[in-house]
Structure formats: C-alpha cells, structure tokens
C-alpha cells in the first residue's frame, strides 16, 4: 500500500467542497424562524427554561422582547429604539454587531479553516495571545478559555501548582464568577446560599484595606491573591495606593497577585487595563473575558508570567494536564482579534475617557444639586451613582419604608422610569445594593450622553417629589417584594 493510498493528497469527488450558495438550504434561515416564533418568546422560556427570570422580567415591565441590536441601541418588537448601558454586562464594548468583528467571523467561516484539530496548533491563537501580551509586557503567556468563570477556574489551579499552596484569598464584595471555584471567591452570600460545601481555602478579607491583607498573607498559606481593581458589585474603586501595595505584600509573602480584569478590562475604564491607572502595578496574572469577545464569540484568557507556566506544563507528558476542548476555537479567536484591531483602530478606547469624563462631571453636578443622589464614581465609561436616606422629613419616610421591605429597591424607582419613559436600559449594581452602573459600549457619542444626562435627572427630580409617579412605584414594588416572600 503506497503512502498516497493512506493520504490522498486531494479529497475524493464525493466529498468535493461545494460553492457556499450551493449549500444553503432554506430550513436553516434562523431569522425567519425568529420572527415565527417570536410570540413564544416568553412562553418557550417559561416552560423549557428560567420560569423565575420571566416572571421579574414581567414584574418590573421589562418584557418588552428586544428583536435587533446596533451600536449602543436596542429596538423591542414596537419598533422603539432603547440606550444601552448595561451592555451584556460589559461584553459589547464595541456595540452590537460591530461590522468589523463580523467579516472577521464569516472570513473564517468562508475560510473552511482546520478548526480544532487539537492535535496541532492555531495561528489564531498565537495572533491573539501575541497582540494580548503585548498590553502586559511583563507577562510572557497566554491560555485561552470559553468564560471569565472558566479563566478564574484555571487561574486558580495555575496559582496552586506553581506555589504549592492550597489558599485562595478574596475581596468582601468581589465577584469573578459562579463556577464552584469562582463562586467560593464570590463576596455576596446570595450566589452562594444552597451550593455548598465549596472550594476549601478560600478567604475573604475587605477590599482596599492593606493592613487586613497582610494579616492573611502572614500564614504564608496563599497560593494566589485574587483582586478586581475596580469591583463590578458596587463600582467601588481602591485608594491609590492600594494596588501596588497589595502587590508589595504579595511579593513578600511569596503570594501570586492576580488581577481580575474581566469586566474592567479592554478599555473599560479609558485605559486598556484598569491596572493601568496606577504605575508600577504589574500582576503574576491578569485575567480577560467578556468585552475579548467582540460580542459574537465568548472567549476568555489567563495572562501569566512564563515561570508559572513552565510549572504547571513541566513535563511532556503534563503537557494537557490543563485545557478546554473549545477554549481555542478559530471563531473565537477571530473575534478577538477583530476586537484588538477595532479598539485600536477606531479610537475606541480614547473615547470611552472622553465620554466617561463628561458623564462624570455630570453627574456629580447632579449629586450636587440632589439629595438623593449620595456619591458618583468611576473611571472611563464604568461609573456608579450611588443613592442614599434623604435629609427631608418627607422623602426620609418613604425611602425607610422601601428599606424595611428589602434593602436597595430604592434603586429600582430609578431603573424603572429609565426604562419605561425614557428607552434606557441600566442595572443596579449588585443584590442589596443602592448603586445604579453604567457600563455603555464603548463607542457611544456625544448625542447619547446628552439622552444619558437628561433621562437621569429627569427620574431622579420626580423622585424628590413625594408623591410622584416614583414613589407610587414604589409602593407597588414593596408589595410584590412582601407577597413573594410570604409565598416564600
């Protein structure tokens, strides 16, 4: 038997490749499919998915069924155009199909690429590791993952092996995921409750707080310090020198000092890291996701000095001691580099300064002249108007009274209105909490910061009136919070 007998060198006729308009077949138009069953929207999720999400969905009047993105725009089914701020929770930084990190997938896809061959490398992944690393230059590798949570997994076991230590240290009110590993790091108890027992060794000690930290690194039990340098559950951003003194501590107790940059990350904050804001500060590891995605394809990364690597891959044949079956799948990786491109190419994160600057500067007038309004802050376009008791006789009354029925709904009576009356979608900051975030696609303009300004203080002067509209909504939340937890 020849050699060309085992491995023709062309495919037989059979399984020619076709021309791409040859293959399409009409079952597979999923937009059409869409508009068929949109009207099952809800009831498909009801029966076959999260019946409780539907049901706050409902609740809060956000059923409202988007059908197309765009930039920083949504429309619902009613055809109304609707700012987005909440963004996927950070992923699209670049909007909603972003044009350029489109014809990069379907370039892959056109390409008919050897995708997954896992016996072999991608020269996507080397493209994206490369231009990654070089906005850490002191870090030298790179693992790809599907998630933030699955990066956080591996960063984990990537800490253990090369320290040898089991400890896992934390922040109060940290968030890097809800995977058993993650979670154990998670500083708010509600994700945690009814999942237990969790990972052993992790601790929590409070953020920006130096002195708390070393007493915990002083057993020397720590494998890796795990650290947001703006936390996404509150936007609540450390003194200036805590960073780099967390990294001191770190170094002197022979402790990894992990940046979590997952949200905070890709120019978030008007610099690409967040780390970036503070000189000097270089972490062991830095971990990416959401906003690497371009908003098409999850992908997440594990960004690591070389020694670390070199002690977790020691041997050939630990050479897959750790890995994902997807984690370097071409779409993914195309879509992280269109992303790296774009951010580059369009500005983008120059931009996202300009912008967060302004929004800033506005509302901090706005907490100026409300008081309502307790506290504003952030960096780039990651912003936080925290909410707090009003001095008035009148208004203190109504905000104890939704403070008694659950703590932070006071902040629902702003993302409501936003919602209902002026097509602006926002969160609030975390469960319990009375910060409302802004985390808007990077690209947004001038035009949309003035919807932003007038939509927020249009809610928040209605919501010094007492009675108003606000409070009347108020006073309907408070009663489907005491009826759920009866039923509870």
């Known amino acids: 038997m020849t050699d060309s007998t085992i491995a023709p060198t062309s495919a037989p006729a ?6 791409a308009s040859a293959r399409i077949d009409p079952r597979y138009d999923l937009a059409k499919l869409v508009t068929a069953r949109e009207n099952e929207r809800f009831s498909l999720h009801s029966k076959r998915l999260n019946e409780m999400w539907v049901r706050v969905l409902k609740t809060i009047g956000y059923d409202v069924a988007f059908v197309r993105g765009l930039g920083p725009y949504l429309w619902d089914r009613q055809g109304d ?31 008919e690429l050897a995708n997954l061959v896992q016996l072999d490398v991608s020269v996507l992944a080397g493209v994206l590791a490369e231009k990654l690393l070089a906005y850490a230059p002191w870090l030298d590798k790179a693992f790809f993952a599907n998630s933030g949570a699955e990066s956080v997994e591996a960063a984990i076991k990537f800490a253990r092996a090369a320290t040898g230590r089991p400890g896992i240290l934390h922040c109060a009110h940290s968030f890097h995921g809800l995977t058993y590993g993650s979670l154990s790091m998670n500083g708010d108890e509600i994700f945690k409750r009814g999942f ?23 057993t020397r039990d720590v494998a890796a310090f795990f650290v947001e340098p703006i936390q996404g559950k509150g936007v609540n951003i450390p003194q200036e020198g805590y960073l780099l003194g967390a990294q001191t501590l770190c170094r002197k107790y022979g402790t990894l000092f992990v940046a979590d940059e997952i949200q905070t990350g890709l120019g978030r904050t008007g610099r ?32 690591a000095r070389k020694w670390i690597f070199d002690k977790v891959f020691d041997r050939m044949d630990r050479a897959v001691v750790h890995g994902s079956t997807f984690s370097k799948n071409d779409l993914a990786m195309a879509a992280g580099i269109a992303t790296l491109d774009a951010l580059k190419n369009e500005r983008v994160i120059e931009n996202a300064a300009e912008k967060g600057d302004r929004l800033l500067a506005s509302f901090q007038k706005m907490a ?38 659950n703590s932070g709904l006071f902040c629902q009576l702003i993302s409501i209105p936003l919602f209902r009356d002026h097509k602006v979608l926002t969160q609030v900051a975390g469960h319990g909490n009375h910060t409302i975030k802004l985390l808007p ?6 035009e949309d910061c003035d919807w932003i ?10 919501a010094h009136k007492a009675p108003s509209a606000v409070w009347s909504l108020g006073k309907t939340l408070a009663e489907h919070a005491i009826k759920a937890r009866m039923s509870g």
């Open 14 to 19: 059979a399984f020619a490749p076709e021309s």
């Open 81 to 111: 155009r609707y700012l987005d701020l909440l963004s996927g929770w950070g992923v699209f930084a670049l909007g909603r199909n972003h044009p350029a990190v489109r014809d990069a997938l379907v370039s892959v896809l056109d390409g």
């Open 196 to 218: 237990g027992p969790l990972l052993p060794n992790a601790s929590e000690v409070p953020f920006d707080d130096l002195e708390a930290l070393e007493r915990a690194l002083a």
């Open 272 to 303: 690409f890291f967040a780390i970036d804001h503070y000189p000097g500060v270089e972490p062991d590891m830095v971990v990416v996701a959401k906003a690497l995605s371009g908003g098409q394809v999850p992908v997440g990364a594990v960004l």
């Open 368 to 405: 100026e002249g409300y008081e309502l309004v307790a506290d504003v802050r952030g960096k780039g376009l990651m912003i936080g108007i925290e909410f707090g008791p009003p001095k008035s006789l009148k208004l203190k009354a109504a905000w104890n009274l939704l403070e008694t029925v």
């Open 441 to 446: 696609p990077l690209t947004i303009s001038n």
């Open 453 to 462: 300004e007038q939509s927020f203080d249009a809610v928040i002067a209605d």
